[in-house]
């Protein structure tokens, strides 16, 4: 498996992955580790990191020594909400700048609000924060918050939570195209072949939570969606035949081949 960048730092796992919505730290750390992922985002909002002494500190079962942190901004409706939320993860993880900006548009999709992305994209990046970016699939979109100097652009395949799916293969496939910086897939992946097909895209990696948290069996499917984005990777890499359509021709070759006669 080939490795990539983010940041400046290189990793081997493409599959990114979220820390809420299981059952208890233990059931979190197991998933985590089925995965393989490397890079690990926790909602600062809503997890507890070390602000909240009387409670289970999440960075127990998943320390920074072994995996990469990336703080995000998830319940955030406001720029400055996100900015400053984003400010704390730093003093709380010393001076950790990797970090996922969202900034949602209501609490019913979970959109994002993309005024309020661009602005706060802006001045984490003057603040030296290197931002991977939660975003729509708006290519122009994508382009702007790249110009402003995200590290990294999130589109999202379909809305956060409703595993549906890459529902707009077309427009991924135009930021993929036109991004000099890292492209992943946020928010929409319900199982292992909605994964894949993001890797075969040409997608850098792909972020998820629900599809594994919410699975029946969530280290089952965290091993699966692992395979998944690995499988994909290698099908893009390896380069996929041409669509033919009523231009059939058989596996193996006949010329040459001794046509059978039959008998008078």
Request: hydrophobic share 45%; net charge negative; charged share 20%.
């Amino acid at each position: 498996m080939d490795n990539f960048v983010i940041a400046g730092k290189t990793y081997s796992s493409r599959l990114l992955v979220g820390t809420g919505k299981y059952k208890d730290f233990t059931e979190t750390r197991a998933a985590i580790e089925a995965s393989g992922a490397e890079i690990v985002t926790v909602a600062i909002r809503r997890t507890n990191i070390g602000q909240n002494a009387d409670e289970p500190n999440l960075l127990d079962s998943v320390p920074p020594s072994k995996y990469t942190l990336l703080p995000n901004t998830a319940g955030c409706y406001t720029g400055d909400d996100a900015i400053r939320t984003l400010r704390l993860a730093r003093e709380l993880l010393d001076g950790h700048s990797l970090v996922k900006l969202e900034v949602l548009g209501d609490a019913k999709t979970l959109f994002p609000n993309m005024m309020e992305t661009l602005k706060a994209a802006e001045i984490l990046a003057k603040e030296g924060f290197d931002v991977m970016v939660y975003t729509s699939d708006d290519p122009i979109a994508a382009k702007q918050l790249e110009e402003i100097g995200c590290v990294a652009i999130m589109p999202l395949a379909s809305l956060i939570g409703s595993g549906m799916g890459i529902l707009n293969p077309w427009n991924l496939q135009i930021i993929i195209e036109n991004a000099k910086v890292p492209v992943l897939v946020d928010a929409g992946v319900g199982t292992a072949s909605d994964a894949t097909i993001a890797l075969e895209l040409g997608c850098d990696g792909v972020l998820m939570n629900t599809a594994i948290a919410a699975a029946k069996n969530p280290i089952l499917m965290a091993s699966a969606m692992r395979k998944a984005v690995e499988a994909g990777r290698e099908a893009y890499l390896a380069g996929r035949m041409a669509k033919k359509i009523y231009t059939a021709s058989p596996s193996s070759p006949v010329e040459g081949v001794i046509a059978s006669t039959k008998a008078l």
